[in-house]
Structure formats: C-alpha cells, structure tokens
C-alpha cells in the first residue's frame, strides 16, 4: 500500500463546476500537508499548505483531518486553467524531513 | 531569472552509457532534493541535501551519485544505465530542510535505448 493514496481521475467537470479531491495518508507521524499542481509536461508547484482548521486560497480550500488521516482540496467556479494534475503531499520527520507525494489526480475543466 | 535551472532538458542514451545531470538554484536555500517521475507519473524522492551534506538517500541503485560542491549546486551522476532509468528527473530546493515549499526545476526527461 502506497503511504500517501490519492483517486487518480480523471475528473472531466465544465466549467463553473465544484470538484473535490481526497488524499489518505497511512504514516500517523506526518507532521505536514501540501497541494501541489503540475502541469502537463511542467515541474510540480505549490498550491497551498493545508491546515487542521482549514485554509483558503480564492476558489481553493484545503482541508486536514488528522483522525482520518485525510487531506481534501476543494476547488469552486472551475476554470480552463485549473486543467491539472493535483498531487497530495506529505512531510515526515525521519531525521530528515522526508517528503512524500501521491501518485496525483487529472483534472480537465471543458467549456 | 531561473530559480532552480537543470541541464540538460532532454538526454537521449543508450544502456550503459554514464551520464550526468546538472542542477543549480540561486535563491540561496540550504537544501536541495532530486526527485525520480517515472512513465505513471509517480514522484519519488532519491537525495536530499542539507548545507551540502547528504540527509536523505533513499533505496536508490548505487549508480546514482550525486554530488554537491555547493550550497548552490546538486550534481546528479549516473553510471551505467538501464531502460528501467527512463524517467522524468527534477531537482529542487527548499529554504530550509524542514521549510514548506520546495521549488522544483523544469526536469531532465532521460531516455535510456
């Protein structure tokens, strides 16, 4: 089993639609949480850090539920350019900071 | 201004050939990273290093070597390659080892014939 599992999609939603991505993650010690975005054929890019109390960024919103141990990011008012693939991140201490990513989710927002 | 730069973008070699990638940031972070992308898109880290001393060095054959002269610089070596090495390879840095962004650089799409 992967540490860090996410649905790899493809989600196909028009534009202006809501869409929600969820994240599980296996490791307990996980101390931090990230969305990155990457664009096809184009190096991953931090979207958002994700938080217990929750955290939003314009349309985005970013969600921590440590008892589950599950990370979502919900995306609002879908926008051509939002065409991605979203990756699920993990941070752990193992005397050096491990970084693990989910295997990601492929969005495509049509007109 | 690139952040983090890599050379080449794009190596076409045969098997068991040795080759090397190239990485350089200038945004005077301490930390530098290589990460593996394979064909499903999956991302693995391979090196982390920290103020040029290597922290992380995960199940990664001993062909990978990589090398940092500098805080700037994390060199990536490469001996003897496999098909099984194909792969999409990106370096990148962090201000700190336990800093939260880590900015990446464009790739090295390594083909192995």
């Known amino acids: 089993r992967k540490e860090v599992e996410q649905d790899p999609g493809p989600f196909n939603v028009p534009e202006g639609a809501t869409v929600a991505f969820n994240c599980t993650y296996s490791?307990?010690?996980?101390?931090?949480f990230f969305w990155y975005r990457q664009d096809c054929r184009k190096e991953p890019k931090l979207l958002m850090s994700?938080?217990?109390s929750g955290n939003e960024d314009g349309r985005f919103t970013a969600q921590l539920n440590r008892a589950s141990q599950y990370i979502s990011l919900l995306i609002r008012d879908s926008k051509l350019s939002d065409s991605a693939t979203y990756l699920c991140?993990?941070?752990?201490?193992?005397?050096?900071?491990?970084?693990?990513f989910g295997a990601g989710t492929r969005l495509f927002v049509k007109a | 201004d690139t952040a983090v730069s890599q050379t080449p973008k794009y190596l076409v070699t045969q098997m068991g050939n040795d080759k090397s990638i190239k990485c350089e940031q200038n945004?005077?972070?301490?930390?530098m990273y290589w990460y593996k992308q394979d064909s499903k898109k999956f991302l693995k880290i391979m090196f982390s290093?920290?103020?040029?001393?290597?922290?992380i060095n995960e199940t990664v054959p001993n062909r990978f070597s990589p090398k940092s002269p500098d805080k700037a610089h994390l060199n990536l070596h490469i001996n003897s390659l496999e098909l099984g090495d194909s792969a999409v390879y990106f370096c990148?840095?962090?201000?700190?080892?336990?800093?939260?962004?880590?900015?990446f650089g464009p790739g090295t799409r390594l083909t192995v014939t």
């Open positions: 994700v938080y217990s």
């Open positions: 945004l005077g972070h301490d930390t």
């Open positions: 490791n307990s010690a996980s101390q931090s």
């Open positions: 290093y920290n103020n040029k001393e290597l922290i």
């Open positions: 991140v993990v941070k752990r201490d193992t005397g050096g900071f491990k970084t693990i």
């Open positions: 990148a840095s962090s201000q700190r080892l336990v800093a939260y962004e880590q900015y």
